[in-house]
């Protein structure tokens, strides 16, 4: 540690973890009605098992940056960031795209809350590879398991370990995503990231690390985003990731604020027993349409515009056009894929039932 400014970094994300985990715990036990006091224990034991989780992770990547550092050379790389409001279609597009893995890569949830540092990653590659040495495949157990876990959520929206996700939930480790308001605080607690205000650089530098981190192992692909809570941060990550894209998705407001109200109900009731109150409703509101208004200024500094209809209309025609922006070749197999996905966009039912 010969630069005292990596010491101050680690204990800056520590200050930040500990210090945000108790403030949202707090106010979220503060919420709940006398009726629904028997779900407390569930809360604070789901909460402290995602702190220790986060503290581990911290304390690895901090090592790994810290002490370690010269191991890894810094790799340059492209990378692509997909925004729109939540529930816009940027999670369709997002996995239309990283299914060519030999050439995009993304971060899946099994790094994301295991492996956020390089060598969590390739432990977690031999521990596989020894569980094969037994025939044993233990990822086929874990996806099977999955399904039975979150069979209803998945209407929703795809969960599993190997799972692409989005990257932001990498800033759970620090309590600083919005992400975790599903779970933990209110509205008000996450405001100043929501609206890109007064944040502090040592979480965007967190953000930053862990993604070269993924990029270490995945050397020569492009890096693929999706962050709806990213929406109005572009200029930030356009500091920190210099040979960077964006793509934008627009949706019809009333319908992606409908779907993602929907969405917050739904953890809300299971986790607190209730729907969420209409103040909070209103609260939502406001943050969907700060992302929603875009001034002319910010869509200047988008690569690629789409329309969430001509995403679930043509989306070979939307994939095309984003291979073409990064002028990268069409292979005759992708071809293929994507005319099935044509066809299967016009026969898609979604099977979720929106809790008003």
Not at 36 to 61: D, F, H, M
Not at 204 to 214: G, L, R, S, T, V
Not at 268 to 283: C, H, Q
Request: with cysteine.
């Amino acid at each position: 540690m010969k630069n005292p400014k990596y010491l101050i970094k680690f204990l800056v994300w520590n200050y930040i973890c500990t210090q945000r985990f108790i403030f949202l715990l707090f106010q979220s036990i503060s919420k709940f009605k006398v009726s629904k006091l028997y779900k407390i224990p569930t809360l604070i034991l789901i909460s402290c098992i995602g702190y220790i989780i986060a503290i581990i992770n911290i304390n690895l990547v901090a090592f790994e940056f810290l002490c370690l550092k010269i191991l890894f050379k810094k790799e340059n790389y492209n990378s692509i960031f997909i925004v729109g409001l939540p529930r816009s279609g940027t999670t369709r597009l997002h996995r239309l795209i990283i299914n060519e893995n030999k050439i995009f890569t993304s971060l899946k949830t099994w790094e994301i809350f295991f492996a956020p540092s390089v060598f969590q990653k390739i432990f977690f590659k031999y521990i596989n590879i020894l569980f094969l040495s037994f025939k044993i495949d233990l990822k086929k157990y874990i996806i099977q398991l999955e399904k039975l876990l979150f069979k209803k959520f998945n209407t929703i929206h795809k969960l599993g370990l190997f799972e692409a996700e989005e990257d932001g939930l990498i800033l759970f480790h620090l309590f600083s995503c919005y992400h975790l308001s599903f779970i933990l605080g209110s509205e008000k607690s996450y405001k100043n990231y929501n609206y890109n205000l007064d944040i502090s650089p040592f979480i965007w530098e967190y953000y930053k690390i862990c993604i070269d981190n993924h990029m270490f192992i995945n050397k020569g692909k492009l890096y693929v985003s999706k962050n709806p809570f990213f929406t109005k941060s572009i200029s930030t990550l356009r500091t920190k990731f210099k040979n960077s894209k964006f793509i934008l998705i627009k949706r019809d407001f009333k319908s992606s604020l409908k779907s993602f109200l929907s969405l917050k109900n739904f953890l809300s009731v299971f986790f607190y027993g209730e729907k969420i109150s209409k103040k909070r409703s209103y609260e939502i509101i406001k943050i969907l349409e700060y992302w929603y208004n875009l001034n002319e200024d910010y869509l200047n500094k988008i690569d690629l515009k789409f329309n969430f209809s001509d995403l679930t209309k043509n989306p070979k025609k939307i994939v095309l056009t984003v291979y073409n922006e990064l002028d990268i070749p069409v292979t005759e197999e992708l071809n293929k894929r994507l005319s099935l996905e044509n066809l299967n966009s016009k026969k898609y039912v979604s099977n979720h039932v929106y809790i008003e």
